[in-house]
């Protein structure tokens, strides 16, 4: 019994993640979700009570499963033979990037852009505090390669590396549209990496401070 509310709830955000996605927060309503879900509009509101807890819950359902910044972090740092931090550094944020506009991460992307362009403050309050998780890979990465990163350059920073992202996102998804070839990312990334380091006062030669 437990495994099918389970089964039932995963179902309801999934179904959810996409509507919201797609169409924002405001397109989509409760009864449009449960006839899609194939449940009723009751089960619905037993699992997530509101419609503003159960996007509330996407939200957080979508993060937790979307790009695992700490194993690419991880990886890349175990993996690179350069003893180099910026250029270990730029290796990191392309591999975000290539990661992070792969299909399977469409609706997780599609969803922040829908709610950073919203307006909601609830929301964007709790996608903003989510995105401090993924800025402690960062600041992790620079405490243990020795560059300093004071908290209110990291936030520039971080707010520049999700725009980015975020319009590298919509610049391959029109690519896609139009049938031609998009390498913006490849350019995207390097950009990034590259302001984050000159901004760190990061040497990129040597990658001595």
């Known amino acids: 019994m437990a495994r099918k509310k389970k089964d039932t709830k995963l179902r309801i955000l999934e179904l959810s993640a996409a509507l919201f996605a797609d169409k924002g927060k405001d397109a989509v309503g409760i009864r449009e979700i ?18 503003e807890n159960l996007h509330h819950e996407t939200i957080k359902y ?8 700490g194993e690419i972090f991880r990886k890349k740092s175990e993996n690179t033979s350069c003893d180099c931090p910026a250029e270990m550094f730029r290796g990191i944020i392309s591999e975000i990037f290539a990661e992070g506009l792969k299909p ?34 960062f600041t992790g990465f620079f405490e243990k390669t020795g560059i300093e990163a004071d908290e209110k350059e990291m936030s520039f920073l971080m707010g520049l590396f999700w725009t980015q992202l975020l319009y590298s996102a919509g610049a391959r998804k029109l ?25 760190l006062g990061v040497r990129q030669a040597s990658g001595v401070r």
């Open 175 to 199: 690519a896609e549209l139009e049938s031609v070839h998009d390498d913006s990312a490849d350019y995207a990334a390097k950009a990034t990496a590259d302001i984050f380091l000159q901004r």
């Open 34 to 51: 449960a006839e899609k879900s194939g449940v009723s509009l009751n089960t619905v509101m037993y699992h997530f009570s509101s419609k």
């Open 62 to 69: 979508l993060l937790a499963n979307g790009i695992n910044f």
């Open 104 to 137: 399977k991460y469409a609706t997780y992307i599609n969803m922040i852009s829908k709610v950073i362009f919203s307006r909601d403050k609830t929301q964007l309050t709790y996608l903003l505090e989510s995105f401090q998780e993924t800025e402690l890979h």
